[in-house]
């Protein structure tokens, strides 16, 4: 369901499938399990390979958020595809974490139209 | 309203059950030829319903059944009414309020409602504490020929 990938500074986090309700438990205690243990400064996120998420994601970005908050870290999604980004805008969680698109290096903030 | 074609179906209310409700949805709405945002948009509108169903409604209770009739109406708009005899919601408009959860240490986003709202043209929801409650969502699809189309 997820794959880690630990360098440097950041925990790249990739998650696949569909993220709704019946996966999301398992996720976030997989991917707790690794913060805590690492503690990284970055904890990315990277959507590019899940390819359905419902509110029960938002869920699950933002207890991750409440997370790195309390020892400091940033938190940020990467390549949502545009259903994702369309559930994230609804959700604000645009204010929560930093999202960007991998494949031109830029922050895309307001690329949801 | 007239009905051109329907569809009716029911099963337990599991949380692997999940994507199989939402995908059963969008598989019969794809005979109106609707654009991949609009088919995202009724797939995550129905996840949610669906979720509330299983996470809020059926809470403690493992033999919960969930219905749902989706029918395709004139002018190209798909209803679907989702209907659960679970703990029903005592006050909807605070269900309803974007952000607020009756389950948030399961990290419940508050959210379900919001999204079925924007992602559908027309949401209602009727409920009776101890009896259920039943969702009602249109959406008009709009072909990929239409001019009108945004």
């Known amino acids: 369901m997820l794959e880690l990938k630990q360098e440097e500074n950041t925990l790249t986090v990739f998650l696949s499938g569909e993220l709704d309700h019946h996966h999301a438990k398992e996720i976030r205690e997989e991917v707790d399990f690794a913060v805590r243990e690492q503690r990284p400064p970055t904890v990315v996120l990277d959507f ?33 595809s545009p259903q994702i980004r369309k559930v994230l805008r609804i959700s604000g969680t645009d204010r929560l974490a930093v999202i960007r698109n991998q494949t031109n290096g830029k922050d895309v903030p307001h690329a949801y139209h | 309203m007239h009905t051109i074609n329907e569809l009716k179906c029911s099963f337990p209310a599991r949380s692997q059950n999940e994507s199989f409700a939402r995908t059963m949805v969008c598989a019969f709405a794809a005979q109106l ?36 009739t989706v029918r395709l ?32 240490a399961e990290e419940r ?39 009108a189309r945004d």
């Not at chain 2, 190209?76 to 309020?97: E, F, H, L, N, W």
């Open chain 1, 48 to 80: 590019r390979r899940v390819t359905f998420m419902d509110s029960s994601g938002i869920g699950l970005i933002m207890g991750r958020s409440h997370l790195m908050e309390e020892y400091g870290g940033t938190l940020e999604i990467h390549n949502p």
């Open chain 2, 33 to 68: 030829d609707p654009t991949v945002e609009e088919l995202a948009d009724l797939r995550t509108a129905v996840s949610e319903a669906v979720t509330n169903s299983i996470v809020h409604a059926y809470r403690g209770m493992d033999d919960g059944i969930i219905a749902i």
């Open chain 2, 73 to 104: 109406l004139p002018d190209s708009v798909i209803y679907v009414r989702i209907t659960d005899k679970g703990c029903g919601i005592a006050d909807i408009p605070k269900a309803m309020q974007p952000l607020y959860s009756s389950a948030p």
């Open chain 2, 109 to 147: 986003a508050g959210l379900g409602f919001t999204v079925m709202e924007s992602f559908t043209d027309k949401l209602s929801v009727r409920s009776t504490v101890g009896k259920g409650t039943t969702v009602t969502m249109r959406k008009r699809m709009r072909h990929e020929s239409d001019p």
